[in-house]
């Protein structure tokens, strides 16, 4: 399958690696070795490219800067004690930046390029994959519009690249969060399926208005009604109620996360009730009110499990039970990292191994 991917290779002269302890260095700063980068030009992938992690070279007018022609993904590969590597869902990563790219009137990267690009790359940069237990190598593809052009149009020219770095020891403080029913992060008929650049830049204001007031994220209501709730900042939002694991339903304004998928497969295969559908503020200040909400979270890539240790709404702040006792998503995280440390078995086959 990735076998007959041209890719010209050129490797560093000088490897970074040791300087920098791949297990504790800050998140998103340091980027690893090597970045594999493909071009599109005349209605076509031209050739693709291994090289050592450098600037692009580029106009001020490169059409992606201006109309935000530009989408990403982020996904995570880890080390096993022996050694291996392997990345997580790496294929629904795949499929789902083509869903993006077409909503945003840009060319389908080929599976050969996509996945042959990031197994080379990872192979390179094998060193920079952390070892320590909760660590990882995160690993951000994304497609950006290059044409030197003002007009506005879908460009001609687009570069797909691939860029890491390491996630040494991701712990995230659980969170306090403001359900938001002024400012709206997704419409009906918009681009908040997609892993849009835009949909994160205009997320900033809402967040730093929360912040003020003691919050570290908001949750995100529907845009007609500001009555239901679909995302918690740039996670999927899940609660558990009574016994059952409960989750906005897909729409086309709540994103397919890849860990929102993994953490109700494995609710299922645990035999526990999971409901997929409209969730809103009144059932939630009702059944915080009866006692019933047990468990609130959000889910993504970065962090896997983000506890949320209390909601505000208007005036009314809403504390849930301590995160020691969460059955549920302390159990949902030690199960996906032992099968991402391959220390637990991986029977959904999740792991695409590397090396
Ligand atoms: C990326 C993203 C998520 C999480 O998706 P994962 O595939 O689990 O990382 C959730 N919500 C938004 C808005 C996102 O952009």
Same mark, same amino acid.
């Given at each position: ?61 490169? /059409? ?6 530009? =989408? ?5 590969? @880890?080390? $096993? +004690?022996?050694?291996? %590597? ?68 879908? /460009? ?6 691939? =860029? ?5 020891? @991701?712990? $995230? +403080?659980?969170?306090? %969060? ?77 994103l397919d996360g890849i860990t929102r998928r993994s953490v ?92």
């Amino acid at each position: 399958m990735i076998a007959n991917v041209d890719i010209k290779i050129e490797k560093t002269a000088h490897s970074r690696v040791s300087e920098n302890d791949v297990n504790n260095v800050p998140f998103g700063k340091c980027f690893s070795d090597h970045m594999f980068i493909a071009e599109y030009a005349d209605g076509k992938w031209q050739k693709s490219h291994i090289m050592p992690y450098q600037d692009m070279p580029m106009s001020y007018a490169m /059409s992606a800067l201006h109309y935000g022609q530009a =989408i990403f993904e982020g996904m995570k590969a @880890y080390k $096993s +004690e022996s050694g291996e %590597v392997s990345i997580f869902r790496p294929l629904e990563n795949f499929k789902r930046l083509n869903k993006s790219a077409i909503r945003m009137a840009m060319p389908e990267v080929p599976e050969e390029i996509f996945m042959g690009g990031l197994v080379e790359l990872l192979k390179l940069d094998a060193a920079w994959v952390p070892t320590s237990e909760t660590g990882s190598l995160y690993i951000r593809p994304f497609l950006i519009a290059t044409d030197e052009a003002i007009g506005v149009k879908a /460009s001609d020219t687009y570069k797909f690249v691939i =860029i890491t770095c390491p996630a040494g020891k @991701y712990y $995230s +403080e659980p969170i306090k %969060v403001l359900i938001e029913t002024n400012y709206i992060r997704a419409v009906e008929g918009g681009v908040g399926f997609v892993k849009a650049a835009g949909n994160y830049g205009r997320s900033l204001y809402p967040t730093r208005l929360a912040q003020q007031k003691g919050y570290q994220q908001v949750i995100w209501t529907d845009g007609k009604t500001h009555s239901f709730l679909e995302e918690s900042g740039t996670m999927n939002l899940m609660f558990v109620i009574g016994d059952t694991v409960v989750t906005p339903a897909l729409s086309d304004t709540i994103l397919d996360g890849i860990t929102r998928r993994s953490v109700l497969a494995l609710a299922r295969e645990w035999g526990m009730k999971v409901e997929e559908r409209k969730i809103s503020i009144q059932e939630i200040l009702d059944a915080h009110a009866k006692g019933e909400i047990k468990e609130a979270f959000g889910v993504g890539t970065a962090a896997t499990i983000a506890p949320i240790l209390g909601i505000g709404y208007q005036d009314h702040y809403m504390e849930l039970p301590a995160v020691a006792g969460r059955e549920f998503c302390n159990k949902v995280d030690e199960t996906l990292r032992n099968i991402r440390k391959g220390k637990a078995e991986d029977k959904m086959g999740w792991m695409y191994k590397v090396n």
